[in-house]
């Protein structure tokens, strides 16, 4: 049963633009949720975090918005750039379980 | 700091052949995770550990198993390898807080 999901697997942008990913989740317990980002034969590099108690964190170009009523955040990009072109995973965990959830990911392509 | 590192980054097997991934950090994390990605489907936790000395299972833990002798070290071992353990194999390890912080990956074929 997939706790955390990912629709839209791909996006294609143009640079300078928005991009927006989506993720939403089942739990109601996850309390802390992560963005990973994804080069191709690399290993996921975290990208920006936030805890339930907060609805937004901001960290540069990168935003993570939580919605937890609708058990739904997203990770705003702006402006987008072409080195963001990568998979992005959205990860959530459980306060005090040692593990994370991870949806299946969303491809993003920034066309310049 | 090296960060994560894991030893092969590919490896081809053939089926029932044995083998050890090897995971190793040096930033005295506490806990390691070993992953598998496949196409569509994701990251998916085989094993992981809390501390040296103690491994937990994951969501797909079965054909594999792990050890966890020093804290620096997460080994993972395929005792009898088939063609559906062909994925790409992540490690990662974190502190007491999150993020974890992922390896460059493993590729394994399996023949």
């Known amino acids: 049963d997939q706790q955390v999901k990912q629709n839209s697997p791909s996006l294609s942008v143009q640079e300078g633009r928005i991009s927006i990913l989506n ?5 109601s317990m996850f309390d802390y949720f992560l963005w990973y980002k994804k080069y191709p034969a690399e290993g996921p590099t975290f ?3 936030i805890s339930s108690i907060k609805d937004k964190n901001e960290d540069g170009r990168f935003t993570v918005f939580l919605n937890k009523s609708a058990k739904h955040l997203s990770l705003h990009i702006v402006p987008s750039q072409p080195g963001d ?3 992005y995973f959205c990860a959530a965990s459980v306060r005090g379980n040692n593990r994370l959830a991870f949806g299946k990911g969303n491809q993003v392509v920034v066309i310049p | 700091n090296a960060g994560v590192t894991q030893t092969p980054k590919f490896r081809v097997l053939k089926t029932g052949q044995s083998m050890t991934l090897l995971c190793a950090q040096d930033m005295n994390h506490e806990y390691m995770y070993w992953y598998r990605q496949d196409p569509g489907m994701g990251l998916r936790l085989i094993h992981y550990s809390v501390g040296e000395g103690t491994t937990a299972k994951g969501e797909v833990p ?3 198993n792990v ?3 020093k804290k620096q070290n997460f080994l993972l071992g395929l005792e009898s390898a088939a063609p559906s353990q062909t994925s790409v194999y992540f490690c990662a390890s974190r502190a007491a807080a999150w993020p974890q912080y992922f390896g460059p990956g493993t590729r394994l074929l399996v023949l």
């Open chain 1, 23 to 27: 993720c939403d989740y089942t739990n």
């Open chain 1, 47 to 49: 990208l920006i975090s």
């Open chain 1, 85 to 87: 072109s990568a998979v």
């Open chain 2, 62 to 64: 079965d054909g594999y």
């Open chain 2, 67 to 69: 050890s966890r002798l």
